[in-house]
């Protein structure tokens, strides 16, 4: 990394619980692209007036992490087609002082969907409602499956998702069983209330055929450590966020690095 100086570039991150995870990755990749450029986690105390730094101190790239993926939406000049189209936001690109949001957390996982070659006639249950839960429902509903529960207390933001894709919801799992599960909740994550806790109970993930969580720290969160016990194949939010941070790199720095350079900082990453 570069020493700081006042030609440098400056990226960032929103997040409620802000990790190493994107620093690390993208400051490796300007390390390794020779670019004079530097990335910064931040917990907002007040997200107005976070993007309005964005926009006023020349800000070029803002990541944006929950809860604050919906929030940004009225702060922004305009929405790109990948975020629109799900009202959802984790990408904001500022070019001279316009703001732009993108969604690259749907671009992700209709990779991984696709990498991993999931069967389509899978029943799926989704836990989660937000923004997150937004780019996933909506990339599973694109890659072609039908048979999707959305799983929400908030009835209003569980039904209102699962009708607008043509999928079922419930308030509950209530011994519910799906060929592939996925959790888009903050349960299991670092640092919160449910860290140590699993988001779907020992039985779902004995029936499930694929187990997925896009919570990406830690790597191994509770659902992932319980589906690799019971030797289950599993997605994991570490998946996730190499790419959409991939492809936040590319909409900041307009270069897009090889795959080995990509490895390399998906290596450097992990060994936090």
């Known amino acids: 990394m570069p020493i700081l100086n006042k030609d440098m570039t400056l990226c960032i991150s929103l997040s409620a619980r802000p990790s190493n995870n994107g620093t690390r990755f993208h400051n490796h990749l300007y390390g390794q692209l020779d670019l004079n450029w530097i990335y910064k986690a931040f917990a907002p105390t007040n997200l107005e007036q976070a993007i309005a730094g964005v926009r006023g101190l020349g800000i070029r790239g803002c990541a944006v992490s929950m809860p604050y993926k919906e929030d940004v939406i009225a702060l922004v000049d305009e929405m790109d087609p990948s975020a629109k189209a799900i009202d959802s936001v984790n990408t904001i690109v500022n070019t001279n002082g316009h703001l732009k949001a993108y969604n690259t957390d749907y671009t992700a996982i209709e990779q991984l969907l696709a990498t991993n070659s999931v069967p389509t006639d899978y029943s799926v249950l989704v836990q989660g409602a937000g923004g997150m839960a937004k780019a996933t429902v909506a990339a599973l509903r694109d ?9 929400a207390r908030n009835e209003a933001a569980g039904r209102a998702l699962a009708e607008q894709y043509g999928f079922s919801w ?35 993930i004995d029936a499930a055929k694929l187990v997925f969580d896009v919570v990406a720290l830690p790597a191994e969160t509770p659902l992932i450590r319980a589906a690799r016990a019971a030797g289950k194949p599993v997605i994991t939010g570490a998946d996730v966020a190499t790419i959409q941070a991939l492809e936040q790199f590319v909409l900041y720095t307009g270069v897009r690095p090889t795959a080995d350079q990509v490895r390399a900082a998906e290596e450097f990453t992990r060994a936090q």
Do not use: C
Not at 143 to 151: C, M, P, Q, R
Not at 191 to 204: N, Q
């Open 143 to 151: 890659a072609g499956f039908t048979d999707v529960t959305v799983i």
């Open 170 to 204: 419930r308030a509950a799992l209530d011994g519910g069983m799906a060929d592939m599960i996925v959790n888009v909740t903050p349960i299991g994550m670092a640092g919160g209330a449910g860290a140590d806790a699993l988001s779907f109970p020992p039985e779902a």
